[in-house]
Structures are given as C-alpha cells and as structure tokens.
C-alpha cells in the first residue's frame, strides 16, 4: 500500500503548481492516508538509523507539504483561544476517554498538530509540536 502512495504522492509532487483540493482527490486521499498514519506512528517523516544517522523519507515530506496546498487557512478554537490554520489540532475532535487512553498529557498551552505522533506517557508543558513530528514514549 505505502508504495501505491508514495507513486501517488511523487507524482503529484511533480506537478504541485497546478494541484488544488477541487482538481485532485486521488491525491486528496493519498495525503490524508500519509497524514493519518503519521498521526497513528505508522509512518515516519524521519527514520534513526543509528547514533547521528537518519533517513528522510521523501515521499513523506512531500505528503505533508502537499497537504499545505490542499488546505485552506480556516478559523479553529480551542477554548477561548482562536487560531486560523490550515492543519487542525491533534485532538481537536477527540472525546475525553480517547485523550485518556492516548496515554498523553497536555498542559495549557501546549498544542500538537494532527499529523505528530505522540507516543504513551508523553507530557507535552507549553510547547507546540508540529505535523511530521514524532514524540517517544514517556518523552
């Protein structure tokens, strides 16, 4: 499947000057799935390969680029907060219990982008992760 995707998502990389939401919903679909699974920790925009070693996964990054072009700026809420953004927070349409079994801590105001993995027992204190990110376990 991630082959499929990667194909998808190089070519529409190629020809990105011309890509819209309304013109491309193969791709559409292609960059939700890639930013779904980076959500879930399935996919990494980075790969450790050893002490000082990484692999950039290409077709990733472009993924999440793309999703930039396909997404409009819209006005999103987090309590009295407003931002207005293109990407939407990582539990924006979470209920409680989901937050809960996520294993994750979130201290005003900290605030995670949809498309960051955040691994069981992370406290994330006032800070901003952004989408691509990857945070371990008890980080």
Do not use: C
Not at 6 to 11: E, G, K, S, T, V
Not at 21 to 45: M, Y
Not at 84 to 91: C, G, H, L, P, S
């Amino acid at each position: 499947m991630s082959q499929d995707l990667q194909a998808i998502i190089d070519l529409a990389w190629e020809g990105r000057a011309s890509l819209t939401a309304a013109n491309s919903p193969q791709v559409r679909e292609a960059v939700d799935q890639v930013i779904a699974d980076l959500n879930a920790g399935r996919l990494r925009v980075a790969e450790r390969q050893g002490v000082g070693q990484w692999t950039v996964n290409q077709w990733v990054k472009k993924a999440v680029l793309l999703s930039f072009r396909l997404n409009e700026n819209q006005a999103m809420h987090a309590g009295d907060l407003t931002f207005f953004d293109k990407v939407a927070t990582k539990f924006s349409h979470t209920d409680e219990a989901a937050i809960r079994a996520s294993g994750v801590r979130v201290v005003p105001p900290a605030v995670a982008r949809r498309g960051s993995y955040l691994g069981k027992g992370v406290v994330l204190m006032p800070s901003y992760v952004n989408i691509g990110a990857y945070v371990d376990e008890n980080t």
